[in-house]
Each structure stands twice: as C-alpha cells, then as structure tokens.
Nanobody, 124 residues
Framework: QVQLVESGGGLVQAGDSLRLSCAASGRTFSKYAMGWFRQAPGKEREFVAAISWSGGSTYYADSVKGRFTIYRDNANSAVYLQMNSLKPEDTAVYYC?????????????????WGQGTQVTVSS
C-alpha cells in the first residue's frame, strides 16, 4: 500500500507560480513512476505530467508544456510539480498518483494509488 499526500495548492493570480508537493510513504517509492492529474469542476480528470522511476524521463500534457516541471526526490520519497505562468484555466484540484511500474503513462487507469488532492485556483 502506498499513501500519497499533496500540499502546496492555493489561490494565486494569473502569471504567478506555485510548487505542489506529494509526499509518499508505505512502499519502495523509488521503483514507481509518478504522475500529476487535475480535475476542474464539471470536467473529467486529465493528465498533467508524469515522471519515470529514476526521474530521467518526463512527459507533459500539451496544455502545460513549457510552463510546468515535474521532478522527484527519491531519497525523500517526494515528487513535485513546479507550475509557472499560471493561467485561470489551470484552476482545478490537483492529484498525485503512483503506479508500481517503472515506466510512465498518461492514462489515469494506469495508476493504482492516489492522493486526496490539493486545490489550485488562479484568478485573472
């Protein structure tokens, strides 16, 4: 079993930055690929970014490419999402997810464990 706890969300203005953190516990974090997803009111959960077990490979949704960066610290069992140049359309609940496979996927069904989410609100 893996427990994931997100933090770092908040209310910011367009153009601002935020860094989301996801603390993992319970099993061997360094063996798992990790992902960030988000869900806005009335919309389906969508992929944001993913990172391989080593951190050597990353993958981003087109909507955040060039603005968001995913990275991980295996020594401290954490994964981060640095979000720059935030836009109102980035407003959503952001979820951290883990899968016990080393390679990444953008498919939500490919992840076995999920955090409770952290709210990000970007005002115009």
């Amino acid at each position: 079993q893996v427990q994931l706890v997100e933090s770092g969300g908040g209310l910011v203005q367009a153009g601002d930055s935020l860094r989301l953190s996801c603390a993992a516990s319970g099993r061997t974090f360094s063996k798992y690929a990790m992902g960030w997803f988000r869900q806005a009111p009335g919309k389906e959960r969508e992929f944001v970014a993913a990172i391989s077990w080593s951190g050597g490979s990353t993958y981003y949704a087109d909507s955040v490419k060039g603005r968001f960066t995913i990275y991980r610290d295996n020594a401290n069992s954490a994964v981060y999402l640095q979000m720059n140049s935030l836009k109102p359309e980035d407003t959503a609940v952001y979820y951290c997810a883990a899968r016990d496979i080393a390679t990444m996927t953008s498919v939500p069904q490919g992840y076995y464990w999920w955090g409770q989410g952290t709210q990000v609100t970007v005002s115009s």
